[in-house]
């Protein structure tokens, strides 16, 4: 089981840029695909992005599609999403999740074992 952290919120205006960190421990971490999930206030979670273990292919939100990018380093067994021309809209808890198949993109949280606590993205003028 990989153990997460986040971090590299913050409050920006709108489009700003901000690049989120996903560190994780354990030996595994190149084995799991890895996505981002955000939560607004009185909203549910939903699915921003996600990238298979290799980190060949990705999939993205429509709404994020073109404006924010999910990487991964394995040596460094940390997640990235680069966020670009950020929206109001896309305030919210940004976490990042593993799920122990490599070759999956999925988007329902259910599939997803581990969690990080999150970190607070704010997009307000």
């Known amino acids: 089981q990989v153990q997460l952290v986040e971090s590299g919120g913050g409050l920006v205006q709108p489009r700003d840029s901000l690049r989120l960190s996903c560190a994780a421990s354990?030996?595994?971490?190149?084995?799991?695909?890895m996505a981002w999930f955000r939560q607004a206030p009185g909203k549910e979670r939903e699915f921003v992005a996600a990238?298979?273990?290799?980190?060949?292919?990705?999939s993205y939100q429509d709404s994020v599609r073109g404006r924010f990018t999910i990487s991964r380093d394995n040596a460094k067994n940390t997640v990235y999403l680069q966020m670009n021309s950020l929206k109001a809209e896309d305030t919210g808890v940004y976490c990042c999740?593993?799920?122990?198949?490599?070759?999956?993109?999925?988007?329902?949280?259910?599939?997803?074992?581990?969690w990080g606590q999150g970190t607070q993205v704010t997009v307000s003028s």
């Open positions: 354990g030996r595994t971490f190149s084995t799991y695909s």
């Open positions: 990238i298979i273990a290799r980190g060949i292919i990705t």
């Open positions: 999740a593993a799920n122990p198949d490599g070759s999956q993109l999925a988007r329902l949280p259910t599939y997803y074992s581990a």
